[in-house]
């Protein structure tokens, strides 16, 4: 399997608002930018479609070191939150329903393509990539025009 490291980051403007999304993807010596966003969101669906669209670039199944500030993302695949909520019918410990549950669907089944390890990294204190991934999320959502 190739190594690929993935780092990602979500922003959103009023929190819903305007969000933006940006990942690098780094292989090797190559690293690829993308990035997007949707006009009426919230920070942690920008922060689950960063990761998602990452993943879905990969054309194979690939061991990922996947980087992110999100806690939300980080603490429900690590502490297996999401897959108790999976079984759950969608409701978390506290029986209130889950959110965000047609981008967890859509992350879980790209996670049986590919071994992936989340770490979490701490916003907005220095990390090169996840400065970057901000950057391209925010830019995005700036540029965003409104109908």
Known sequence: ???IDIYTDGACSNNPGKGG???VLVYGETEK???GGEIMTTNNRMELRA???ALKILRQPCEVTLTTD???VCDAINKDWVYSWKKNGWK???KKPALNVDLWEELL??????????NWVKGHS???????CDRLAVNYYQNMVSD
């Open 1 to 3: 399997m190739k190594k």
């Open 21 to 23: 999304w940006g990942a």
């Open 33 to 35: 930018e993308i990035c």
């Open 51 to 53: 990761v998602i669209e």
């Open 70 to 72: 999100s806690k939300y």
């Open 92 to 94: 978390k410990a506290d």
């Open 109 to 118: 089944s790209l996670l049986q393509k590919h071994k992936v390890k989340f």
């Open 126 to 132: 220095g990390h090169p990539y996840n400065e970057r």
